[in-house]
Nanobody, 125 residues
């Protein structure tokens, strides 16, 4: 069974940092595009960033301009885990963050799989 488990969320003040982890079982993260997505209360789920192979991070247009330069993805193949380092957090970054896998970072949202429960990030002012 393929599982992606997001963790590392919490409460942080604006300007602070958090590192989210996405631990995989049943698949090898190096072989898939792993994306981070977020869903704020009352809003639709939106793409944040994606990593695939040795390519540079992909930032999705729906949130890309607001997170580029502050958020960075990385991958630890030995731990089969993908990370999202979030710096200079803003109140508008408050959301449940999910990771999911697909064949490529340009895949539509519907083609990402193994969403898991997500991890809540709350940024206070």
């Amino acid at each position: 069974e393929v599982q992606l488990q997001a963790s590392g969320g919490g409460l942080v003040q604006a300007g602070g940092s958090l590192r989210l982890s996405c631990a995989a079982s049943g698949l090898t993260v190096a072989d898939y595009a792993i994306g981070w997505f977020r869903q704020a209360p009352g809003k639709e789920r939106e793409g944040v960033s994606c990593i695939y192979g040795s390519d540079a991070n992909t930032y999705y247009t729906d949130s890309g301009d607001s997170v580029k330069g502050r958020f960075t993805m990385s991958r630890d193949d030995a731990k089969n885990t993908v990370y999202l380092q979030m710096n200079n957090l803003k109140v508008q970054d408050t959301a449940v963050y999910y990771c999911a896998a697909s064949a490529g970072c340009i895949s539509p949202l519907s083609q990402f799989r193994s969403w898991g429960q997500g991890t809540l990030v709350t940024v206070s002012s």
